[in-house]
């Protein structure tokens, strides 16, 4: 089930595991799936898109830079119609594993999925996975 709103944030945050990551307007993580870099359309669908809930604005609404935010925000177009918002070219999405502003439960998970952070670095060798029981 896609995240949306009218007026989507995204701003930068400390996290005590990870360091300087990007977040919600809730402090949730906003999370790049591997996959996306260079594709032409999110490539988290279906069920997938379920566990990794993608961050979608409104039709006609543009996501809103928050604190520490330098790279270029922008939407590219789902399979659903629905409109995912980018940083850097990558796609967001949140965790449905974590709960609480602050969680970083989808770091590393199958090596495919991490932190986005506020320099649009996308890692290029995957990191040893975390045990998580379900997901993509």
Not at 5 to 11: A, F, I, R, S
Not at 40 to 48: D, K, W, Y
Not at 75 to 84: F, S, W, Y
């Amino acid at each position: 089930m896609p995240v949306t709103g009218t007026n989507v944030y995204v701003m930068e945050a400390n996290n005590a595991k990870l360091g300087t990551i990007l977040v919600d307007k809730n402090g949730m993580t906003l999370y790049i799936f591997l996959p996306d870099k260079n594709a032409a359309s999110p490539t988290c669908n279906g069920a997938c898109a379920t566990i990794w809930p993608p961050l979608t604005v409104a039709a006609g609404a543009s996501p809103i830079a928050g604190q520490g935010v330098t790279g270029v925000l922008s939407t590219i177009k789902r399979q659903d119609g629905t409109m995912q918002v980018t940083y850097d070219g990558m796609p967001l999405y949140l965790y449905s594993g974590d709960k609480a502003a602050g969680d970083v439960n989808g770091q590393g998970f199958l090596g495919k999925w991490f932190a986005a952070v506020p320099s649009g670095a996308v890692p290029t060798a995957a990191p040893a996975a975390t045990a998580t029981p379900s997901g993509y």
